[in-house]
T-cell receptor, first 111, second 112 residues
Framework: AQRVTQPEKLLSVFKGAPVELKCNYS??????LFWYVQYSRQRLQLLLR??SRESIKGFTADLNKGETSFHLKKPFAQEEDSAMYYC?????????????FGTGTRLTVIP | KAGVTQTPRYLIKTRGQQVTLSCSPI?????VSWYQQTPGQGLQFLFE???????NKGNFPGRFSGRQFSNSRSEMNVSTLELGDSALYLC???????????FGSGTRLTVV
């Protein structure tokens, strides 16, 4: 079955330090992967999608099919990056479209 | 443009009752998905509608149902409420199936 694993529930880094939020997936087909972010008292919002290969708010994520990973990275963390981050797989085993979320990682950037 | 609107924001219901939640997607978005968010289970997919047809359904009992209208607005219904149905219910819309979804603020349902 499809699975998205975010091994870290909590992650703390100092401001200006690099940050990497890990995401591993299990899916037999060609995956569509996303990162969503939820800031305090705000709604869940799309941060990145792998097909766009873009950088948003300094974050990037590269799909590594060999390692079945889609880690989120930022070279210099900012205090405003503190939030809950969810990795999501955009297809289930039947190829149908829905979002299958990981359990999330709460990132805290220490001033 | 207006975002995804969910009503009501909060609901308190008694066990055994039924509830209907509403979602208005972003104008032009034809795909609407529903998710349940709980501290224990995280974000779980309920179902997706596209052009008034249910395209996908998650692993939830038949007490959970939904529909989509011709204007893409969607409702979800939960019958015979149980305490475990207490959760934040999120609606998300997208222009196409499988695209990046835009989420609403959710409806927080408390079953007592």
């Amino acid at each position: 079955a499809q699975r998205v694993t975010q091994p870290e529930k909590l992650l703390s880094v100092f401001k200006g330090a690099p940050v990497e939020l890990k995401c591993n997936y299990s899916y037999s087909g060609s995956p569509e992967l996303f990162w969503y972010v939820q800031y305090s008292r705000q709604r869940l919002q799309l941060l990145l999608r792998h097909i766009s290969r873009e950088s948003i708010k300094g974050f990037t994520a590269d799909l590594n099919k060999g390692e079945t990973s889609f880690h989120l990275k930022k070279p210099f963390a900012q205090e405003e990056d503190s939030a809950m981050y969810y990795c999501a797989l955009g297809k289930d085993q039947t190829g149908a479209n829905n979002l299958f979320f990981g359990t999330g990682t709460r990132l805290t950037v220490i001033p | 443009k207006a975002g995804v609107t969910q009503t009501p924001r909060y609901l308190i219901k008694t066990r055994g009752q039924q509830v209907t939640l509403s979602c208005s997607p972003i104008s032009g978005h034809r795909s609407v998905s529903w998710y349940q968010q709980t501290p224990g289970q995280g974000l779980q997919f309920l179902f997706e509608y596209f052009s008034e047809t249910q395209r996908n359904k998650g692993n939830f009992p038949g007490r959970f149902s939904g529909r989509q209208f011709s204007n893409s607005r969607s409702e979800m219904n939960v019958s015979t409420l149980e305490l475990g149905d207490s959760a934040l219910y999120l609606c998300a819309s997208s222009f196409r199936q499988g695209g990046g979804y835009t989420f609403g603020s959710g409806t927080r349902l408390t079953v007592v």
